[in-house]
Nanobody, 127 residues
Framework: QVQLVESGGGLVQAGGSLRLSCAAS????????MGWFRQAPGKEREFVAA????????TYTNSVKGRFTISRDNAKNTVYLQMNSLKPEDTAVYYC????????????????????WGQGTQVTVSS
């Protein structure tokens, strides 16, 4: 079992920045690929970014490329999402998720590829 706790959400003006953190506990963190997803009101959950166990493979949805950066610190059992140049359409609840992947380059880009989920943190971008 893996427990995931997100933090760092909040209210920010368009063009601003936030850094989300997701702290993991319960299993060997480096055995997991990590992902970020988001869900806006009335919309389906969508993939944002993912990172493999070593941080050597990253993937992003097109709408955040060049603005968001995913990273991880295996010593701290934490994955981060640095969000810059935020737009009102980035407003959503952001969730982190863990996928048991071993020491591989796997970076799932769909929710079904993940085994554990956090409770989410709200990000609101005002125009």
């Amino acid at each position: 079992q893996v427990q995931l706790v997100e933090s760092g959400g909040g209210l920010v003006q368009a063009g601003g920045s936030l850094r989300l953190s997701c702290a993991a506990s319960g299993r060997t963190f480096s055995n997991y690929a990590m992902g970020w997803f988001r869900q806006a009101p009335g919309k389906e959950r969508e993939f944002v970014a993912a990172i493999n166990w070593s941080g050597g493979r990253l993937t992003y949805t097109n709408s955040v490329k060049g603005r968001f950066t995913i990273s991880r610190d295996n010593a701290k059992n934490t994955v981060y999402l640095q969000m810059n140049s935020l737009k009102p359409e980035d407003t959503a609840v952001y969730y982190c998720a863990a996928a048991l992947s071993g020491y591989s380059t796997v970076v799932p880009a769909t929710g079904s590829g993940y085994d554990y989920w956090g409770q989410g943190t709200q990000v609101t971008v005002s125009s």
